[in-house]
């Protein structure tokens, strides 16, 4: 029997790990835009990485990598302008303004720098070292804040790039006040009401994980990594 | 109307000249700002208080910084001579090559010039990092046949690193491994547009001797 290709059905693939933020953009972008698509979980991520990763990823082997009709598209901020490129119809993630286009690179590429480098000493480094990523991500959170102001979304009226790239990172906060003993919502109040405001949609409240697994599995990780 | 397009700059920033570039790729009248890194313009503080870098642009007052942001926002404002591809894959793999040299191939660069005792790995790290852009080329540029994003944010494998050679003596990019980006990085230096651009090697040489001269003082 032969195959029917139905117009408008298109291959859709993204290879992601459950704990992977970058691979939740994809996700809820995916959602947003009605697309359909197959979530491949790369199990193995840290051990023994898959033949179709290493294939699809062979510069970076990183997740996400979303695939298209057999083409891989890498880096999730990529992925995000690529997904916008192909899928525009119904709804788009950055703005027709190029400048507020511009704007929104700019702060989802400032956040993922902070994030690197904040990120893992929050968990990770004890100490002076965690304490100085705990107030430079604060810093940078509340520079984010800034960036907010009154809108409902940082898109403006609009769930838009930047509402969907920085979400993600909302269920590791419970990871990092536990770890670096503060509380999120103190610091910068009017993030975290987007962060319920965003919960609301049922992109994100689909694909974001239990903050307290993410918890949990930074724990083991850190047993894996042996660190204490 | 000059004024409607500010460049905040550095000579010898490879960032800050990837701008000029597409600039004049594009034929863009703009008002040019030379910043003295060491000693930064209120001005320049003020249109990238987060960062406090060059380049900035600013257009009808509005700052964009980061070159690859303001690369991407020239290509959308204006709209002759694309440097991006139309076709979304093609896209995303060209921003995908750009962000790789400054994600990757820059940082290795920095350490296999600037520090001594990190420098043999990162060489070795460098040669692998280059086999990769070396694959990617089969035209007389990453964009084909004309000067694309790519090459432009190539200019600092293009011009900086044999100027390094010099300077540090180490050499990488060479015709036996790298046959490809070495005829690439030939013709990308001597495009008509992006050589009138482009600091002079003996000048460049000389400004990045200072530097080294000066870091390792």
Request: with cysteine; glycine share 4%.
């Amino acid at each position: 029997m032969s195959k029917t290709i139905v117009l408008g059905e298109e291959e859709v693939v993204i290879i992601g790990f459950w704990t992977s933020p970058y691979a939740m953009r994809v996700q809820i972008a995916l959602e947003e835009k009605g697309v359909p698509y197959q979530y491949v979980e790369e199990e193995n991520l840290f051990h023994n990485k898959s033949p179709l990763l290493l294939q699809m990823n062979p510069v970076h082997k990183k997740v996400p990598v979303l695939i298209h009709n057999g083409n891989p598209v890498c880096e999730s901020l990529i992925i995000l302008q690529y997904l916008d490129d192909v899928w525009n119809q119904k709804y788009t993630l950055f703005s027709h303004d190029s400048y507020e286009r511009a704007k929104a690179r700019f702060w989802v590429n400032f956040f993922d720098n902070k994030i690197a480098d904040c990120g893992r000493r929050m968990w990770a480094s004890k100490g002076q070292d965690q304490e100085a990523a705990k107030e430079e991500f604060i810093e940078s959170l509340k520079l984010l804040e800034g960036e907010l102001g009154e809108s409902p979304y940082f898109g403006g009226e609009k769930f838009g790039v930047l509402d969907v790239a920085l979400i993600p990172f909302s269920c590791r906060f419970y990871t990092y006040e536990m770890f670096c003993k503060f509380k999120i919502e103190k610091e910068c109040p009017k993030l975290m009401e987007w962060v319920k405001r965003c919960n609301h949609r049922e992109s994100v409240s689909k694909i974001l994980p239990d903050p307290y697994k993410i918890y949990s599995f930074v724990l083991h990780f850190k047993k894996m990594l042996g660190i204490d | 109307m000059a004024e409607e397009v500010k460049l905040f700059g550095a000579w010898g920033s490879a960032f800050s000249l990837r701008v000029d570039i597409a600039l004049k790729l594009k034929g863009i009248n703009y008002e040019y700002h030379e910043e003295d890194l060491f000693n930064k313009s209120s001005l320049l503080i003020k249109y990238n208080p987060i960062h406090k870098k060059v380049p900035v642009l600013v257009h009808h007052d509005k700052p964009l910084a980061e070159s690859q942001v303001i690369l991407e926002y020239i290509d959308e404002t204006w709209e002759n001579y694309p440097i991006l591809p139309k076709d979304p894959y093609e896209r995303a793999k060209a921003r995908f090559w750009a962000r790789f040299i400054d994600d990757k191939c820059f940082p290795a660069i920095w350490k296999a010039y600037w520090s001594k005792d990190e420098r043999e790995k990162a060489v070795e790290e460098l040669i692998e990092l280059l086999k990769f852009l070396e694959n990617e080329l089969d035209d007389n540029f990453f964009g084909g046949e004309t000067v694309g994003l790519v090459d432009i944010v190539g200019n600092i494998i293009a011009h900086w690193l044999p100027a390094l050679h010099e300077v540090a003596g180490v050499e990488i990019l060479t015709e036996e491994k790298f046959p490809k980006l070495c005829r690439w990085s030939h013709e990308f230096v001597n495009h008509s547009v992006v050589k009138e651009v482009l600091p002079s090697r003996e000048k460049l040489i000389a400004f990045l001797r200072d530097r080294l001269e000066s870091r390792s003082s």
